[in-house]
Structure formats: C-alpha cells, structure tokens
C-alpha cells in the first residue's frame, strides 16, 4: 500500500505540474480517458474553440448509440455504453471553483438537453463544497453533478487498468508502477528481460514471445500498466528489416491499443499500411485479421477513439469485399476456400460506419454455410477454433433464419472430426455468449445440448456445471421447480460420484434448490436443504465459508428469516423448524438476531420483485397449491400434501415449465387463459389419467398419476404427455404443425428428465419425511402478497398468426357485408325500430363488436329460430339441408318472421361467440377446447387476428334505409 500511495503523490504533482504548463488540452485528454474507462465509454468531444466556449461549457459529451446496454458490439467499448445523455467540463483553474463550476453548469445547461454533468479538476474540492453544488445543481436545473478532483483522479490514473494514461500524458516512468508479481513468475522475467531494449529479439520467436505477453493483459487487470512497455517492444517489429513481423506488429499495436487503452489514436498510420499491404496479398488469415482490425475501427470512429474518417474505413471495407469476392471466384484448394468464406462472413458482420443498427447477418450466415458445405472436403481446417470464433456472433445471429442450422451442422462436423466432447464445449460457448446477451431461453437449450454430450465420466464437472448454469437461468425466469429439478439432479449426480472435482459442486447445487424453494414459499424443505449445504460443506471443503461466499450469504439469509418467522407458526411447524436447525452451526446467530431477522423480512416481502411464488410455509398446509404464469397461460395446480402426492405434484410442475421454456421460442398459438389443475396420485392406476372438465371460464383439467412403482421412462412420459395435452388444448396450432413436434426437435425428451425422475433425487438427496399438517400459516403470513407475474421473456406473443392475409380479410369482410346485410334486410329494420332492439344493438357497439360481426349474429339468430320453429334438431340430415338452401341467403317476405323477443342482449351475445369460433376455423386454425374459454378467445383474435380491428367502408347498420329493396351490400 506504501508503494502505491506513493505513486499517487506522484501522479498527483504531475497533475498540478499541468497548470504551471496551461496544459488544458493534455488534462482534457486524461479526463476523457478516465470517463471512458469508469464512467461510459461513448464520448464525443466538445466542438468550437474552449477558450471562446465554443464548447457550450462541455469539454466532451457522450452520444446515443445502438450498442448502449448490448455486452456485444462492434467495439470494445459497447459493454460501458450510456443510454443517457451526459457533458463532461474540465478545469486546471485551482481558485474561486465555486463560481468556476457554477458556470460550466449553467453553460452546459442552456445547451442540448443532458442527464448528467460530470466536472474533473486538479485542484482538490472540500467535501461540503461539492454536496453544496450538487444540491445547487439539482435545485437550479434538475441536473445530477459529479465532481472528480485532483486527489479522485489521482488515485483512479493509480490503478492498473489507467496507469498508461499517466505513464503517457503525465511521464510517469513504467517502472514507478509497484509490481506484486514474484519474479519467478514467466510473464514477470518476460516484462523484466523486454524492459531493456538490447534484450529484444527481433526474431519471429521473439515476437511471439512479446505477442502473448501482450495479450494476457486483457485478462490480468494487473499487468495493464505495462501497455506502454508492450507497444514500445511491437513498435520495434513494425520498423524491423522482416517486413512479415512489421506487419504482424503493426495489426497488433492497433488492436491492443484500442483493447487495453480504449482508444486507437496514434496508431492510425500503421493500420492503413497494414491494410494496404494485407489487400495485395491471397493470405486468407491475413486478410481475415484485416477485418477484425476494421471491426475494432468501426469501433473506434463511434468511440471517437481515433483519426478514422467514415469515409475512410467504408472504402477498406469495400475493397476488402471485393478482393475476397475475387479470390473465393478463383481459389480451387478446399483449405483456402474454407478460409476464404470464414474471412468473407466476418467481413459482413461488420456494421457501416453510421450505422443505427446492427447489420442484416442473413449474408454472413449464408457465407458460412457455404464453408460448412466444403469443409468434409478440408480435412486441415481449423473447425473447432472457427466453431469458437462463430460462437462470438451468436447473439447478433440467433434470431436469423438458418442460425439454428448453421450451428447444429457446425456441431455434428466438429462431433465427426473430434468427437462430441468437442462439441459440447462448442454449445457451451454459445450459452455463454447468450448469457451474456440476455437471451436465456436460448443459452438453455446449448446448456441442454453441451449437458447431453458430456455426460461422461470424465466430463462429468462439465456436465453438471451446465446443468447448474441452467438451473439459475431457470429461476431468473421465475421457473421455480424448473430450476430446483436441474439443481436437485445435479447435487444427485454429484453426490454419487468420487471424483473430488465433482464433490465441490455439491453445495452450490443444494444451496441453488434451498433458493428455489424459499422462493416457492417451501420453507420447510427449504430449511432441510440449507442444513444439508452447511453439512456438505463440511463433508467435502477444506476450507471454512467466506464471509462474502454466494451460497453462504444464503444460509445466512435464507436461514435467518426461517428460523425467525418458524418460531411464530403453529405446532407442528415450530417444533418442525426447531428440529431442522438444532445442528445448524449459525443457530446462536440465529437466536441473536432473530428480531432483526423479523423485522428485516416483512419489509422485504412486501416489495413486488421480493414477493413469493407462495405463502411461506406453504409445504405445512393440508392443501398445497402452486401458481406461475408464461405464454399467456396462468397456471394454478392444486393437490393434497402429503410426502407422494407432493413430491409427484412438484415433478410434474418441473416438467411442465422446462416444456414451456422449450416452446417459449416459437408461436404456438396459446390461447390467453387460465389453466387450473386438480392433482392426484392413485396407486391402483397403471397410466396417467387427464380429463378436461366443462368450464368456459377456465381450462380446468384433472390428472391422476400412477404410483411409485411404475416404470422409469414410462412415469416420466406420461407427465411429459399430460403437459402437452394441456397445452395443445389451449393451442390454435393446426394440425399440419402440432405442438408436440416442435417440442421433439428441440431435444426435449433429452431435458425433461434430469439424470433421474424428480420424486427420485429429491428422496435420494434429502430423505424427505411426511410433512406436517395445518389448516393455515399465521395471519401475517397469510396476507403476504404472491406474484404471478410472467417474466418478460416468457411473455404471450402477440405477433400476427402466419395465416393472417390483408388480401383475404379484405375479401371476407366484403363477403360478410354483403351477407349480412341480405340475411338480415327484413329483420334488422325491425329492430331498428324497436327501443329495446335498438338498446342491444347499441350496447354491442360500445363492447368493441364490429358491424359486420353484428349483422351475421343477428342473420345466425334468425337462421336457429326458423330451423327451431320448423322442429328441426341443428344437428339433423334435415336441419343440414335447409341450411344448405336458406342459411346466409337473402331473407324473403314470405320466410317466417323472428319475434323480436329473441334478439336479446345476451342472446346477441352468446351468437357472436359463436361466430367467433367460426372465423378461427376459417383461418385455418385448430380449435380444440371442448368447453371454450370465450373470454381468452376473444383475446387471442383480438390481437393475433385483428379481429376487432379490420374492417371497410360500409353503409351504417343502425340506418333503416341501409337495407331497403335492392341493397346488394
């Protein structure tokens, strides 16, 4: 620490040395350095001359961008991208800086409109000035202030990852940064013999050497303060007699600039020389790094952390398309095509300089599709580092057409060439990268994939460290039992194994479950497995739990607020809780603070995001029930709880979320409901038993599972069959694309059994024992707030069904408008003229009903009562006929006249949901609810067909004459 205080003393004089020189415009540059690095990294500078306030006060600002919030991008910086609108002013001014700031303020305030103003200064500001301008600056303009002094600034151009910025603008010398590493260490005696410039070897071996040193400062934060070093030592390559190396070095140098120092400038000159030299050449790696270097200066314009000019770097990119279009047209060797197109892939990811969004990657996936068609051919390609680097772009790929295609071939090749270890890692690389991307639902589905093939013996850490990855992607998107099946299976998995590597993944595994069903309102069983975490981490770690350890943190808070609301609940429950946590090591903690823990819970349980997914204690109540919501439908399963019923009721819930986390990525049609489902174990049956039952509220079901000793796989399906009958039930799919196929070809019979059944790892992990049984938890308890809510990605989609033709609207609904105004010309006009006719009809109108939607309801009510009165069953040969000749025809004089009586509100009503069905079918959709759920149809084609939207010009239906003689619609 002493070592380090003393550079900052000295950063700190070079600081104050800087307004001796009215060195304004090198401060500027080291403050905009530092805003890129700490606070975003999308900065503009200031126009206009500063001395004159050209600037409007503002020494730089940032910019809006695409990228801003995306971990990905076309630059490095897209990561620390600000979506608000910020000004940053900086001073060597040391006196009256009250009035100083005050007036960059309000400078900048008259300006474009900012979020934000961050000030730097040499000078140091006493902490009361500073809060007395923040509250002036949020008074005066509602605007938030930062001021950052010479001590901050100091202490920040200190640490390893800005150190170069001092090292460049202040000369403070390389060797002033405090080294911790053991000179032993390679990188170490590396950084020591290149320090001296007689040690350089100006050899392909040497620059090798320099080239990973030089690399391994992205992932070793602490050797960032040697960059200076490093692009010293390139530098030397650049103006060697090689002129192969001068090239290598002069890629490098742009490239680690931007990457470690944030910005490209100065380094300009030798990436222009390196593209004009790599677009002369046929090397198909080189000109592969030459669009890697034109993505960084892509980059590095939007950043503003370059000379680059847009126009500039577009002709390169021009050029470089072109020189690959002409080599691919003219290369035979399978090998240097294969390159070839990988380098033409990357080349059109690149996104144009002004770009708002990221570029159209349907070009570059047919690129590489075209690489995959010739490598069998091309044994000497390099798949697997290709596979890595594809793995990259998935987040800007996944949603193309022929994604999923371009990596499940990418996936068998590499399985053909190096076996499906290999290709499993290749998933898992692309989970991680949609991980990071935010796409969940789809980092699963590799995580499944990479699960699969490395379940092995030798790759079982692999295996089961997937399998916990997706266990939390789970339960970030509120798939409770989803998540504790992966967690549960994994601790099974891991438990029975011998390897040391895999024991350690026991505690997090069990300690991931007890959060599940702590947040699942299971607080039983939750205790029962936060005391095997503190068991297991006796059993198989060597070392006592950090204080700051992630599954430590959950027994401690987790633990402390069961134990402290355990003791308010009836017996049996308290002594329950007080015998689970007898051995607990924290218990005396636990006692301690067992008020605060009280008082720290009901706060936190009333905030939204923090409510439960069921009442606390909820596994001790003589009737269980669990309720979440995804794809439209508000599913609520209820059962009996004992230790088998319960124990099946939470499998069949598991399998249910992970078969909606499969389907969540296509439309299937669900219709928006509520599904209710009423779950028993009978052990005298041999075969799942489901059966719808009538409502047309909801989609009410019943299931009756066999007992425990039904086979392995046959239990298993059987629940992955009753969930895709309720869900085909509430799915408008036609037949030609049924729901249970999609879910085959997402590998779902390979996910929705975990290693075992659920009932069996939960038993074998924990040994579960009846549990107690209470009519109710305690009134506080009770009345706690549960949610439901859908979690966004698993939202309803409300995109248009692909059966959805404007065309073919438009000709239905002049069709309906003709009918309905022939089918009801007589009938109409008589109720037209009748009050409480005319009231229902109204009525209709203002609940959203279409005029063409109400004259076919009144024509179908006419079409039933003459049928009726004529003694006709509808579902007769008879009734078939005269619908047949008189049904949706022009209404005649001497047809028997309706009485108005039967043109009721209701009556209306029930017709138009009727009609309602009627016109799903006509779209060519499956309706398969044999008690439908109207009010939930009505809202699917509402939004999915536009069913309360379309419509044409037409005469006014509540306008007699609009159906006199002749009127042909």
Request: proline share 5%.
């Amino acid at each position: 620490m002493g070592k380090h205080r003393e550079l900052q003393e000295r950063i700190r004089f070079g600081l104050s040395q800087l307004s001796a020189r009215n060195a304004h415009h090198e401060f500027e540059h080291i403050c905009r350095h530092v805003a890129r690095q700490r606070i975003c990294s999308n900065i503009l500078p200031a126009t206009g001359p500063v001395s004159s306030g050209g600037d409007q006060g503002r020494d730089f600002e940032t910019f809006r961008t695409y990228l801003a919030g995306n971990v990905r991008g076309a630059s490095t910086f897209a990561a620390a991208a600000s979506d608000k609108a910020l000004a940053f002013a900086c001073t060597l001014q040391a006196t009256q800086l009250r009035k100083k700031f005050r007036g960059d303020v309000t400078a900048i305030a008259k300006g474009p409109p900012v979020d934000a103003i961050h000030v730097f200064c040499t000078a140091d500001v006493p902490v009361a000035t500073r809060h007395d301008l923040q509250e002036w600056a949020q008074e005066t303009f509602k605007l938030a202030l930062e001021i950052y002094d010479g001590a901050a600034i100091s202490e920040m151009l200190a640490d390893q990852d800005l150190f170069w910025v001092a090292n460049e603008y202040l000369s403070i010398p390389a060797d002033a940064f405090p080294r911790g590493e053991d000179e032993g260490d390679s990188y170490a005696s590396t950084r020591k013999r290149w320090s001296e410039a007689g040690n350089r070897q100006l050899t392909w071996a040497g620059y090798q050497e320099a080239k990973q040193a030089v690399r391994t400062l992205i992932d070793h934060a602490d050797r960032r303060a040697d960059i200076a070093l490093w692009l010293e030592s390139l530098a030397a390559f650049r103006d060697g007699v090689d002129p192969r190396l001068a090239d290598q070095a002069r890629y490098e140098t742009a490239v680690m600039s931007l990457r470690i120092k944030g910005t490209m400038a100065g380094t300009e000159a030798d990436a222009a020389t390196y593209a004009e030299h790599t677009l002369a050449s046929s090397s198909p790696e080189a000109l592969l790094d030459l669009a890697t270097l034109l993505m960084y200066g892509v980059g590095s314009l939007r950043d503003n952390a370059s000379a680059f000019t847009a126009e500039s770097l577009v002709t390169l990119l021009d050029r470089l398309r072109r020189r690959l279009d002409e080599l691919i047209a003219n290369t035979r060797d399978p090998h240097v095509q294969c390159a070839l197109h990988d380098a033409d892939a990357f080349a059109k990811m690149i996104p144009a300089p002004d770009a708002t969004v990221a570029p159209d990657p349907a070009p570059a996936i047919q690129a590489w599709s075209r690489l995959l068609d010739i490598v069998p051919k091309a044994p000497l390609f390099p798949l697997e580092e290709f596979s890595q680097r594809l793995a990259a772009f998935v987040p800007f790929l996944v949603d193309a057409p022929g994604y999923e295609n371009l990596t499940d071939r990418t996936d068998r090749l590499l399985a053909q060439r190096t076996g499906r270890f290999a290709a499993a890692r290749n998933c898992a690389n692309r989970a991680r990268e949609l991980s990071r991307a935010g796409r969940p639902l789809l980092a699963i589905r590799e995580l499944n994939r990479a699960k699969v093939d490395w379940f092995a013996a030798e790759t079982l850490p692999l295996a089961l460290g997937s399998m916990l990855l997706a266990s939390r992607h789970y339960l970030n998107l509120d798939l409770i039992y989803a998540a504790k099946y992966y967690a549960m299976a994994a601790a099974y998995l891991a438990l029975g194994s011998s390897d040391p590597r895999v024991k350690n993944l026991v505690v997090p595994a069990l300690a991931l479950a007890a959060d599940c069903d702590y947040k699942a309102g299971s607080w039983l069983q939750a205790a029962q497995l936060l005391r095997l975490v503190q068991v297991a981490h006796d059993s198989f770690s060597t070392e006592d739990f950090a204080d700051d350890d992630e599954d430590f943190q959950r027994v401690l808070l987790y633990g402390g607020y069961i134990y402290a609301m355990g003791l308010r609940q009836p017996e049996p429950v308290r002594s329950q809780v007080e015998k689970v946590t007898a051995d607990w090591p924290i218990l005396d903690s636990l006692k301690e603070a067992r008020q605060v823990a009280e008082t720290a819970f009901f706060a936190a349980a009333t905030e939204p995001r923090k409510a439960f997914f069921g009442v606390p204690f909820s596994d001790c109540r003589n009737q269980r029930g669990f309720a979440w919501s995804a794809l439209g439908l508000l599913w609520r399963v209820r059962w009996k709880n004992d230790l088998v019923t319960s124990l099946a009721a939470e499998q069949f819930i598991a399998v249910a979320q992970i078969v909606i986390a499969d389907l969540a990525r296509t439309d299937a049609y669900i219709v928006p409901a509520e599904v209710e489902v009423e779950f028993t174990v009978d052990p005298a049956r041999q075969h799942v038993h489901v059966e719808r039952m009538p409502d047309n509220d909801k989609s009410a079901w019943e299931i009756a599972v066999p007992g425990e000793e039904a086979p392995l796989r046959d239990r298993h399906m059987q629940d992955v069959a009753a969930v895709i009958m309720l869900l085909e039930e509430n799915s408008l799919r036609p037949d030609e694309w049924p729901i249970a196929k999609r879910l085959v070809e997402s590998g779902l019979f390979e996910h929705t059994m975990v290693g075992h059944l659920y009932t069996t790892v939960c038993k074998e992990v924990t040994a579960p024992t009846e549990p107690p049984s209470i009519e109710d938890t305690d009134t506080a308890l009770a009345v706690l707030p549960t949610r439901t809510e859908t979690n966004v990605a698993l939202e309803w989609n409300r995109e248009l069904v692909e059966e959805y033709d404007p065309r073919e609207i438009q000709k239905m609904l002049e069709r309906r408008y003709r009918v309905g105004f022939e089918a009801s010309r007589l009938t109409m006009p008589r109720l037209l003229d009748h009050p409480e006719g005319l009231s229902a009809l109204d009525s209709l109108r203002a609940e959203g009903w279409l005029d063409w939607q109400i004259l076919v309801a009144v024509g179908s009510l006419s079409a039933t009562w003459r049928l009726e009165a004529e003694g006709m069953r509808a579902d007769s040969a008879d009734a078939r006929e005269w619908s047949r000749r008189y049904a949706a025809k022009r209404e005649e004089e001497n047809w028997l006249p309706p009485p108005l009586s039967v043109f009721t509100h209701e009556a209306l009503n029930r017709q138009l949901h009727v009609n309602l069905t009627s016109t799903i079918r006509n779209m060519k959709l499956e309706l398969r609810q044999r008690t439908p759920v109207f009010s939930a149809l009505k809202e699917f084609v509402r939004v999915k067909l536009r069913y309360f939207q379309d419509d044409i010009e037409h005469a006014n239906i509540l306008t007699p004459s609009s159906y006199g003689a002749g009127h042909d619609g």
